[in-house]
């Protein structure tokens, strides 16, 4: 089963921007929606956003609305999150996956596969 990777991960500043890549190894994100989840220490895994590969739909967690954008480069098989105003609470682990499940459920992580293994993000002075 093919594995999706994260990228871009690392250490900014309070008020800082960062943008993660999402990228499969073999599987085409055609047909699909991708979705961005994280985990912060100590706290459950937390619905980022997602994106309708076809069409390009978006959906946002409420704790990112307004600071963070998902796009997509089908050409490239590749999904991206653009993330503006980081602050501390979004210090996490950024991890990205598969489902085909309707719009108002992609909130829920029981529904994807094919999770990458994470990127480190880090908000720190």
């Known amino acids: 089963q093919a594995q999706l990777q994260e990228s871009g991960g690392g250490l900014v500043q309070p008020g800082g921007s960062l943008r993660l890549s999402c990228a499969s190894s073999?599987?085409?994100?055609?047909?699909?929606?991708v979705g961005w989840f994280r985990q912060g220490p100590g706290k459950e895994r937390e619905f980022v956003g997602a994106i309708r590969m076809s069409g390009g739909n978006t959906r946002y967690g409420d704790s990112v609305k307004g600071r963070f954008t998902i796009s997509k480069d089908n050409a490239k098989n590749t999904v991206y999150l653009q993330m503006n105003s980081l602050n501390s609470e979004d210090t996490a682990v950024y991890y990205c996956?598969?489902?085909?499940?309707?719009?108002?459920?992609?909130?829920?992580?029981?529904?994807?596969?094919?999770w990458g293994q994470g990127t480190q993000v880090t908000v720190s002075a």
């Open positions: 073999g599987r085409t994100f055609s047909g699909y929606t």
């Open positions: 996956a598969l489902t085909r499940i309707v719009y108002s459920t992609w909130h829920s992580s029981e529904y994807y596969s094919n």
